[in-house]
Every structure is written in structure tokens, then in C-alpha cells.
């Protein structure tokens, strides 16, 4: 008689490698208790989805605070998806994030005892394993072409039964071996699938981290494992690459969790130990139209794309701040008790993690941002506002570089103190910011647009003030407390009155008060209402600047 393991043999001649000669390949690995394996898995499908920016967010963070091990793994199996090089780039931009793996796949090479870390590199594994399935009678070949299957899904849609490949509807579930064995013979093209021993009449109880125990409905389709084309399904690659990999936790999208029952079913047959899963909710956000709650999308939102958040110019830290809120309901509040440290020191944990509020709020990131950015530094600031010009913006590249302690100077400007300044949200908010700190740009400005000037004080009074502002001008020699009072004694000589109640008292007897001629000053030499403290602006500035841009005003008064 027949046997499976001649029909193994006739599918896989070439396979000699047992899954036994696998488990000595990959040992399990030597990590102190509690340590986890965790990997992220992406499939290389042309851009990183925010959402998946927070999964490996989530992995990363857990191999690391238990001393466990964090890698990488292509997914390629789907290749009609695939879009070419993209994988690169998926590593590259986790890097920028300072999610870097330990092993596995780093866009140009591997690393790593437990690769290939592609998939596509792994058909022979994955043939190991499923010749493994077929000699124990635990996986056939299925000869059905698509329209034999399209056609059973409109019995089944008619019939108003579950559709799918399982029971009486599995039309080479009950072949015998020998019918088996003629088939292939014959040429005729087949996949193979997974001979499921569930009933939908059973439950399972499955565990997820997150959500605790959950009862599902038991596994009984006969999933395609292996396709035409010599790959896997995914269900059947992550089993084995999961096993083999040594992972011990796995964490991924809540779109999963209706497949876990195949998954689990599939580690039984092997008699392996499947791992821990943690199904991670997915980010959602407010549809601004229908005010509904919906997935966030590379269509609709931009900031579905993590390149969104690197074009912008987010410190990367703020958005690995954001993500780890939607993470943990518990991280806001650490982060506000201890604004200075590392986030290394916080410890996440699936208990905390919030189910329902992964509602992606750009107003929060951009508060932490803001926070982030002003409590940096003036190196880190300026360090990591030049590495996103260099790539970004070419223009504030180069001014960065021209005088990179005059830029530094300017970012500094009420930096360093208790409450820090709060003016950017993002690198791009920068430009606009300081551009008038720059001769050439300070010109274009001049050109664009009026001065904003109060329209009450007459030109000959403004003419006035500056000209005793240049006449007098020695910022450099005086600390602020000293300029301050200059400052007054000049708007005095041309009443302006240094009391603001008094003014408010009697307006018309003053030209204005002390602010009116602070006013003038900054106006003229940032030609904006908004610029930050002007002691420091002078200083910066310097003198024969100022006088230039107080010419330069004059003439056009
Ligand atoms: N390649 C799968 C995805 O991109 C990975 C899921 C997993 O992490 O197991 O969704």
C-alpha cells in the first residue's frame, strides 16, 4: 500500500534534511530567565505604516528591558506584493528611531545564528517542515484551480455556510495516498494544505498578553501552508520561522488574533511550544469628515507614513514618546513626574497597555515634541536640527553651517532657563523662526511685506527713536538690567513714558510708553511683531547689523 511518506518523497525528492537535523541547527538559546525573543516582521510592501513603527517600538522594548533579544525578519512571501527595496528602507527608517535589532536582516546584510532572516531565502526550511506534515498525514496536496475555487465560493455564499476549504467542501481532503501519489504524477499543478483536526463546533481558550485568556472558535479549514509558486503562507512561515527563531514572544496586530487558532493548531501538529502572543491594538484616529473613529490611512493621512514624521522634522524622541502614550496608560503621567529621564527607565508592560485609546492625536505629539524640543540642549538641538536639514532643508543646512555658533546662539535664546521657550513643534519650524536673523533673508523680508509699525506713531517719531537707539547703541557692553533701564531712558527723551499706568491714565499727553518703543526697535530688526527677546537679538545681531537694518528701514519709512 501507498504510504505518506512516499508521497513526501515524491513531493520533495530533494529534501534529506529531517526537522530534527532543524532543531540542531537553531538550538534554543542560551538567555538568562525571563529574558525575551522578540522580533518585528514586516513584509516589504513599500513604506513603514505608523502602526508598524509602534510594533516594533513595542518589540524592541521588550526584548531590551528583559535582556532578551530583538530581531528583524523580511516577510517576503507574498511576492505580488512586494515592492523591490523596500526592505531597505524599512530598516533604515526604524534606525532613525534608534530601533535597531540585535540580528537578523539590516537591508544589505544578515547578521545573526538563527537566519536567513528573508523568508524567500528559507523555502528549503519551510520544505523540511511540511515534508515533515505530509509523511505524518497532516498536510495533502490540493489540486483545485482557482475556478474550482471561486465556484465553491458561491455555493458556499449560496448555501450561506462558512466559506472556505474544510469538511465536505475539501474536495482532496479524502483522497487516498495512491490517488494522491497519480495526481501529482500527473503533473496537474497543486498547493498544499494543512489537514486540520478541528470541529467549529469546539472552543479553544488562547492566551494573549494583552487581553488575557480569550475563548475562540477552534481552527478547522485545511489552510493553504504551501503555494504553487514553492513559498509558504504566512500562517505557516511564522510558525516555523517563530519556532526556529527561537521566539519567545510575539507581538503583532490585533488583525491577527481571528487567525490565531490556525497558528495554534499548526504549532500542535508539530508538537511545538508555541509562543507568547501579544496582540497589539491598531492605531486608530478621528475621521475628520464623518467624526468616526477608522484605521489610520496611507490614503487619508499623512501621518499613516512614518516618513511623514521624518519630512517634518519631529524629534524622533518625541514620536517614541508619543507611541509609548498610546502604549501605556501609565506613561504620561512617569513622563510628566520625571520629564529628564532616559525611557529606558520606564517599564512597559502588557498590563497597562490601553485597548481602546490607540487614537492617534497629532495636538499631543505635537505638545510632547514641543516640550522635547525645547528642553533639549543647544548642541543636541542644533546636532539634531542639522542632521534633518542636511536631508530636508537645504537652505537651513546651510546657515546652520555658515556660523554654526551664531545658530546656536539664536536656538539658545531663553533656552536655558526654568521654563524654556516653547517655539518649535518640529525642525521645519525652525526656518521661519530665525530666518531673520540672516542678512539676505532679513532683505526678502523688508520686500515682502510693510513693516508692521503701530499705524498711530508718525514716521518723524520713529525716524527719531531709531536714531538715538543707534546713536546710543552698546548692547554688547551692557548686561541686560543695564540695557533695560537705557532702554527707558531713551524712550523718556522722546516721551515715552516708562509706567504703564500713568500712560493709561493720561494717553494723550505721551507719545506712548516704554513697550512702544521696544516695539519699534524689534520690528525694525526682526521685521516682525514676534520676535523673541530683543537683548538677545541685538546681541546676536550685533552692531553694524543693526545699524544696516535701521538704515535700510529709514530709507523705506
Ligand atoms: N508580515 C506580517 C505583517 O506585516 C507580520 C505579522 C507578525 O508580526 O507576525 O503583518
Not at 494 to 517: E, L, Q, S
Request: aromatic share 12%; glycine share 6%; hydrophobic share 35%.
Amino acid at each position: 500500500m501507498a504510504t505518506n511518506k512516499e508521497l513526501a518523497d515524491l513531493i520533495f525528492p530533494d529534501v534529506k534534511e529531517t526537522v530534527e537535523d532543524l532543531e540542531k541547527r537553531y538550538p534554543p538559546r542560551n538567555l538568562p530567565e525571563g529574558a525575551e525573543v522578540t522580533r518585528f516582521a514586516p513584509s516589504p510592501t513599500g513604506f513603514l505604516h505608523t502602526g508598524s513603527l509602534f510594533t516594533a517600538l513595542i518589540a524592541y522594548t521588550f526584548a531590551k528591558q528583559t535582556n532578551g533579544v530583538y530581531f528583524f525578519r523580511l516577510e517576503d512571501t507574498d511576492q505580488k506584493r512586494e515592492i523591490e527595496g523596500t526592505g531597505l528602507d524599512l530598516v533604515k527608517q526604524l534606525k532613525n528611531f534608534g530601533i535597531v535589532a540585535d540580528e537578523g536582516y539590516y537591508g544589505d546584510h544578515e547578521e545573526g545564528n538563527y537566519g536567513p532572516y528573508v523568508q524567500s531565502n528559507r523555502a528549503d526550511i519551510y520544505k523540511v517542515v511540511i515534508k515533515d506534515l505530509i509523511r505524518r498525514g497532516r498536510a495533502y496536496p490540493d489540486f483545485c484551480s482557482k475556478e474550482e475555487l471561486d465556484q465553491l465560493r458561491l455555493v458556499q455564499e449560496a448555501n450561506k455556510v462558512v466559506p472556505g476549504y474544510y469538511g465536505e467542501y475539501a474536495k482532496y481532503r479524502g483522497l487516498t495516498v495512491k490517488e494522491y501519489i497519480d495526481l501529482v504524477k500527473s503533473g496537474k499543478p497543486y498547493v498544499i494544505r494543512f489537514r486540520s483536526l478541528g470541529n467549529p463546533a469546539n472552543h479553544i481558550k488562547a492566551h494573549d498578553e494583552i487581553r488575557g485568556d480569550m475563548e475562540l472558535t477552534q481552527n478547522y479549514q485545511d489552510i493553504v501552508i504551501y503555494k504553487s509558486d514553492g513559498l509558504p503562507t504566512y500562517h505557516f512561515a511564522h510558525l516555523v520561522d517563530d519556532h526556529f527563531m527561537r521566539t519567545t514572544l510575539v507581538t503583532r496586530g490585533e488583525e491577527w488574533i481571528s487567525s490565531l487558532p490556525i497558528h495554534l493548531e499548526l504549532f500542535e501538529a508539530m508538537g511545538w511550544k508555541a509562543p507568547k502572543y501579544a496582540h497589539l491594538p491598531v492605531i486608530m484616529v478621528n475621521d475628520k469628515e464623518t467624526g468616526n473613529k477608522r484605521k489610520l490611512s496611507k490614503r487619508k493621512d499623512p501621518e499613516a507614513a512614518v516618513s511623514y514624521f521624518l519630512g517634518q522634522g519631529y524629534p524622533k524622541e518625541g514620536v517614541i514618546r508619543y507611541l509609548l502614550t498610546i502604549a501605556n496608560s501609565n506613561f504620561e503621567a512617569w513622563m510628566m513626574e520625571n520629564p529628564k529621564a532616559p525611557l529606558t527607565d520606564f517599564k512597559l508592560s502588557f498590563n497597562k497597555f490601553s485597548l481602546d485609546g490607540a487614537l492617534f492625536d497629532m495636538p499631543k505629539l505635537n505638545n510632547i515634541s514641543k516640550e522635547l524640543l525645547a528642553n533639549m540642549d543647544k548642541k543636541t538641538f542644533s546636532d539634531q536640527c542639522l542632521e534633518w536639514a542636511s536631508s530636508y532643508n537645504e537652505e537651513l543646512a546651510k546657515l546652520i553651517n555658515s556660523d554654526r555658533s551664531k545658530f546656536e546662539a539664536i536656538v539658545n535664546i531663553e533656552r536655558d532657563q526654568e521654563k524654556p521657550r516653547k517655539d518649535y513643534e518640529k525642525f521645519s519650524d525652525v526656518l521661519p523662526h530665525i530666518a531673520f536673523f540672516y542678512p539676505d533673508h532679513y532683505d526678502a523680508l523688508l520686500k515682502k511685506a510693510p513693516l508692521p509699525f503701530n499705524p498711530f506713531l508718525k514716521k518723524e517719531l520713529i525716524k527719531e527713536v531709531l536714531d538715538d537707539f543707534i546713536a546710543t547703541f552698546d548692547v554688547e557692553h551692557q548686561d541686560e538690567t543695564t540695557w533695560f533701564s537705557k532702554m527707558k531712558e531713551l524712550g523718556l527723551r522722546h516721551n515715552f513714558i516708562d509706567d504703564r499706568k500713568v500712560y493709561k491714565k493720561n494717553p494723550t499727553a505721551y507719545n506712548g510708553w516704554y513697550a512702544d518703543v521696544i516695539s519699534i526697535i524689534r520690528i525694525t530688526v526682526s521685521a516682525s511683531t514676534q520676535a523673541p527677546k530683543l537683548y538677545d537679538v541685538l546681541k546676536i545681531l550685533g552692531k553694524d547689523e543693526v545699524s544696516r537694518r535701521v538704515k535700510e528701514v529709514e530709507a523705506g519709512l
